[in-house]
């Protein structure tokens, strides 16, 4: 098969890189897509560093494995734990990684204060500090870890009490003064874009990498040569190291809605 016609590979610790794999096939509806979630692994967020480098690069090599052309790592956590690894490895592909978006929070308004939803993981690695760093003389950027969080989407739970109590409560340390936006700086947590808005209120603009992510794989995808030229809309596989029916329907549900 010509490289071309291959599939784009896409994985996350579980469900949450489906927000970005949206994205992905709003922007190049004739791509296929084979997407693999480590739900069996998940949460990456509050493991060691070691561990979720040694998880990324298994997921790399199972994807390459099954044929996959290019590699969106749609997962903050483990971007920000094995990106810099992962480019060094793999020269001859085009691989891109997903990080918060600060850049189009700080752009939107200057000065704001604005909250960084994210794991521990991700906020605590250099690569976030040394973003937050670049922009901290434009904006108040304000890490928040969300430990707990991703398991609500794992759960397919996107609204409810319990939810809104956990948000309520995770608020809580940062209300009392004004938030003008929210980076939504884990792909988990798209999916509860709603309630978290709901938390914080409807003038709060809320962000994500998602977009960008897609259109620099799309970009870099142009550069290779590696475009699909199909004009049939593609397939999606998913994979899931929980492969049960509930996983994969789940998997099926959050692309779609
Ligand atoms: N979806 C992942 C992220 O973007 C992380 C969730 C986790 O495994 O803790 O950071």
Redesign the pocket.
């Known amino acids: 098969m010509e490289k071309y016609k291959k599939p784009i590979g896409v994985f996350?610790?579980?469900v949450?890189?489906i927000s970005v794999l949206k994205e992905l096939v709003k922007q190049m509806p004739y791509e296929d897509y084979i997407y693999f979630g480590d739900s069996e692994h998940?949460?990456?967020?509050?493991k060691n560093l070691e561990e979720v480098k040694e998880l990324t690069v298994n997921n790399v090599r199972f994807l390459l494995e099954n044929g996959a052309k290019s590699i969106v790592v749609?997962?903050?956590?483990?971007?920000s734990a094995a990106v810099a690894m992962l480019r060094k490895m793999y020269t001859d592909i085009p691989l891109v990684g997903?990080e918060p978006a600060i850049k189009p929070a700080v752009l939107n308004k200057n000065g704001s204060r604005i909250i960084v939803m994210?794991?521990p993981?991700?906020l605590r690695q250099e690569k976030f500090q040394k973003l937050m760093h670049k922009y901290e003389n434009m904006a108040d950027i304000v890490p928040l870890p969300c430990p707990g969080l991703?398991e609500f989407v794992e759960r397919g739970v996107l609204n409810g009490r319990e939810l809104d109590k956990y948000l309520t409560e995770l608020f809580w340390s940062v209300n009392h003064k004004k938030i003008d936006s929210i980076v939504l700086?884990?792909?988990?947590y798209p999916f509860v874009r709603a309630a978290v808005q709901k938390a914080v209120g409807s003038d709060v603009a809320i962000f994500d990498g998602g977009e960008g992510t897609a259109r620099e794989m799309k970009r870099r995808l142009v550069e290779a040569k590696l475009l699909n030229k199909s004009s049939e809309k593609g397939k999606t596989r998913f994979i899931n190291s929980r492969n049960t029916e509930d996983e994969l329907k789940l998997c099926e549900y959050l692309l779609n809605i």
């Open positions: 996350d610790s579980g949450g890189g998940a949460p990456y967020g509050t749609a997962c903050n956590t483990a971007t997903i994210a794991t993981m991700t991703m700086g884990c792909t988990h």
